[in-house]
């Protein structure tokens, strides 16, 4: 009996050394996320470092404004586009919602004219969006949200249900302490 119970006891303490390792990840990177958001801001504004001339010389690359006249000009371009993407994802991978695949249309996108800007010199306007190159990721992201709005709408109608209580059913459930305490702020 002595020894089931030391194997218990030994069990319980991996376990919750386990589950402390854990919970200080996931403190880690929620404090990284916290201060990159808290600081977006500075890191939108980066681009006033970058000089106003056509070429922009560093001790790792050197980069030619093109279109743009100017690389701080094209950094500012840049940085709006980079940090909107950054929020976007931000808000995918933390999103609780049914409905969090439709923000990879906007992603998409954000994408698509980060690539066009970075990778194309005569670019006559980055914003000019070829709706054709994002109708594959359409293609697959309304039949799947529809598809998920209709099990939402047929559990209501079966079940007499809430569109509230269906949205916290299908909601990922926070698993730990820190995770119900994040839900509040």
Known sequence: MDKQQQTLKNLRLKSQETGNKST???FLLGS???TLIAGSPFLFYLYNYVPPTPEWETFLFTYNSGF???AQTAMWMLTGKLITLFFLIIWFFTC???WYHALLAPIAMFIYQIIGAVLQDTVTSVDDFDLIYLLPVMAIIIPSIYLIRAKVFNKINDADKTLQELEEEFKIKPKGVIEKLSDYF
């Open 24 to 26: 200080k990840k996931k």
């Open 68 to 70: 743009y006249e100017n």
């Open 96 to 98: 609780r919602h049914w």
């Open 32 to 34: 990284i996320l916290a």
